[in-house]
T-cell receptor
């Protein structure tokens, strides 16, 4: 199995632009998680899906952030408009039990 | 609120020695605990887990100890190697939705 796949691996954009991060979970996993990691705040859970349905989005910072999971093999995290404080590494993880398998992350830099 | 926390942000250990990374949790209802390792530039990777009906579990060179009386979790790494250098996170599960509550992380540095 290729593991959790994320794209792009790196994204540099200007403030105000729309950013879309993509994730392909491991086949057969029914839960998907989006995390944000920064030096200041550590690893933060933004939202998680179970069977493609958002279960808890209380970690989403504000309305500029949105996430979708149209099917079991794909999810997106969108930031619109982006701001410099959104700069972080964004991880996607999937699971079918307790253990979560993480992707390599997307390093986002908003100038 | 209830959360998982780590005692030491950075731990330096001589190569070949044993390492012990500690973690405190506050929710006595948590029934599952897990340790992750995150190397620079990579996502967290599962190391070992333990359920609340156990107090010790061993893996390859790693042992997790759970003390429910004082709500304490530790990760022991035997004969540390340069490849063990990473940030180690503990996490707990408090419900059945597989949502993990993460600690702040401890950076392990291996001295040659």
């Amino acid at each position: 199995d290729a593991g959790v796949i994320q794209s792009p691996r790196h994204e540099v954009t200007e403030m105000g632009q729309e950013v879309t991060l993509r994730c392909k979970p491991i086949s057969g996993h029914n839960s998907l998680f989006w995390y944000r990691q920064t030096m200041m705040r550590g690893l933060e859970l933004l939202i998680y899906f179970n069977n493609n349905v958002p279960i808890d989005d209380s970690g989403m910072p504000e309305d500029r952030f949105s996430a979708k999971m149209p099917n079991a093999s794909f999810s997106t995290l969108k930031i619109q408009p982006s701001e410099p404080r959104d700069s972080a590494v964004y991880f996607c993880a999937s699971s079918r039990g307790d253990e979560q398998f993480f992707g390599p992350g997307t390093r986002l830099t908003v100038l | 609120g209830e959360s998982v926390g780590l005692h030491l942000p950075t731990l330096s250990v001589q190569e070949g020695d044993n390492s012990i990374i500690n973690c405190a949790y506050s929710n006595s209802a948590s029934d599952y605990f897990i340790w992750y390792k995150q190397e620079s530039g990579k996502g967290p990777q599962f190391i070992i887990d333990i359920r609340s009906n156990m107090d010790k579990r061993q893996g390859q060179r790693v042992t997790v100890l759970l003390n429910k009386t004082v709500k304490h979790l530790s990760l022991q790494i035997a004969a540390t190697q340069p490849g063990d250098s990473a940030v180690y996170f503990c996490a707990e599960n408090m419900d059945s939705n597989y949502q993990l509550i993460w600690g702040a992380g401890t950076k392990l540095i291996i001295k040659p």
